[in-house]
């Protein structure tokens, strides 16, 4: 778990999941029918390793387990749809957005069983408890969720699927009372005690916690099947009786091991926090000290349509192709940077993305010729026949 400035691409520990195709392990009960989507593969370094953006983010492939023989691998890939954003750039859950999710139940949300809102860089799970109260399967996986939270009055749903988030913690899911699958694959969870709150979920048969810091743990896998005893398969491996019996011989060994490796890594966590927190106010600190060097607002006058050598230097939009160049040495020096994997650093590289997508479409309009109105009769009065392609 130490950081190390090695490419996310060699690292050893990285596991491998290719997501061309979104998969999910239904049941035969959770089928669903497939949508076209533009392919996508994502990365899972070992959270906390000092990685390469550009290779943490645009070669990211982890490992999947495969189902169960009794889960047959289903395919389901979806368009991406516009949501709502805050001023403050956070994705909303809305009514709009459910309801065009609920196609295939007349858009009607009150009596919906079933929803995917994957991939739509959602920031908070909210209003599903309240709109959707007959949910049997939400996916939820490929987005940006810090925390498990709003689901608790969802007393059908058996199937919630959270994989590649940030979540760091397993918690308010005691009241889903029929929850019977729970993938976390590729999150950030290193509070691995927090998976014995669980144990309300009588019902819970599946849970995928791969890709995890907790699944690195010394004794990972006999201190989740101990803690859970109702549980059948953990990661896509069936628990066998032999196993279960010799897990719970060494629980207190184990536990205590648990308990010192937790505890390391939630320090290490603090001290990721508190870096990057430190690294965001620098990035403020500069951003508002570029501000006030720009044109205009450095005190100096730019009126005149011949600019001197000394004044083109300090005016950036005096030759646009420097400024394109500038962005994209700016961009090499952001993809190359090294970068601790944590959810800290996975929101700064969807920002930046964000920025420079809207930064690229702002320039698209820009450029946009406006077409010329029609011209349908000529200055002798004579009528034009104007054909145009639809």
């Known amino acids: 778990m130490g950081a190390n400035n090695t490419p996310a691409c060699a690292i050893m520990g990285c596991m491998l999941i290719t997501c061309s195709f979104t998969c999910f392990h239904a049941p035969d009960s959770h089928k669903r029918r497939a949508h076209n989507h533009r392919s996508r593969v994502y990365s899972a370094p070992s959270a906390g390793r000092l990685v390469h953006r550009g290779c943490s983010r645009r070669t990211l492939q982890t490992f999947v387990p495969s189902p169960p023989p009794s889960s047959p691998v289903v395919m389901v890939t979806e368009p991406r749809l516009s949501v709502e954003r805050t001023p403050s750039a956070m994705v909303l859950i809305t009514e709009d957005l459910i309801r065009r999710r609920a196609e295939h139940n007349d858009c009607e949300i009150f009596s919906l069983e079933e929803v995917s809102l994957h ?45 590649l988030n ?47 810091p907790c699944a690195q743990f010394e004794g990972y896998r006999q ?14 491996k069936q628990i066998e009786r032999s196993e279960r019996i010799r897990a719970l011989q060494d629980y207190q060994q184990v536990q205590q091991r648990i308990m010192e490796q937790e505890e390391a890594y939630l320090l ?3 001290g990721e926090r508190q870096e990057a927190q430190n690294q965001s106010r620098a990035q403020q600190t500069d951003a508002k000290h570029a501000k006030g060097k720009a044109a205009g607002n450095d005190g100096r006058w730019y009126t005149d349509n011949t600019l001197s050598a000394e004044n083109q230097e300090n005016c950036p939009e005096v030759n646009p192709g420097d400024g394109r160049v500038k962005s994209d040495e700016e961009d090499a020096a952001f993809w190359q940077q090294p970068s601790h994997y944590t959810p800290e650093s996975r ?25 010329p109105a029609r011209t349908l009769i000529a200055e002798d009065g004579r009528v034009l026949n104007v054909n145009e392609p639809k």
């Open 119 to 163: 991939q739509q860089d959602v920031e908070r799970i909210d209003h599903l408890d309240k709109w959707c109260c007959q949910l049997k399967i939400l996916y939820l996986q490929n987005n940006l969720i810090p925390r498990i939270e709003n689901v608790g009055r969802l007393k059908k749903l058996e199937y919630l699927n959270l994989a």
């Open 166 to 212: 940030n979540i760091e913690k397993i918690e308010n899911l005691e009241g889903c009372e029929s929850l019977q699958k729970l993938d976390l694959t590729v999150n950030f969870v290193g509070e691995l005690s927090s998976v014995r709150s669980l144990n309300a979920n009588i019902h819970l048969r599946e849970l995928y916690l791969v890709g995890n």
């Open 223 to 236: 201190y989740v099947v101990a803690s859970l005893p109702r549980l059948k398969w953990l990661d896509g």
């Open 268 to 270: 290490k966590r603090s």
């Open 347 to 371: 929101l700064e590289t969807h920002r930046y993305m964000e920025e420079k997508r809207k930064s690229k479409e702002s320039r698209s309009e820009d450029k946009r010729k406006v077409k």
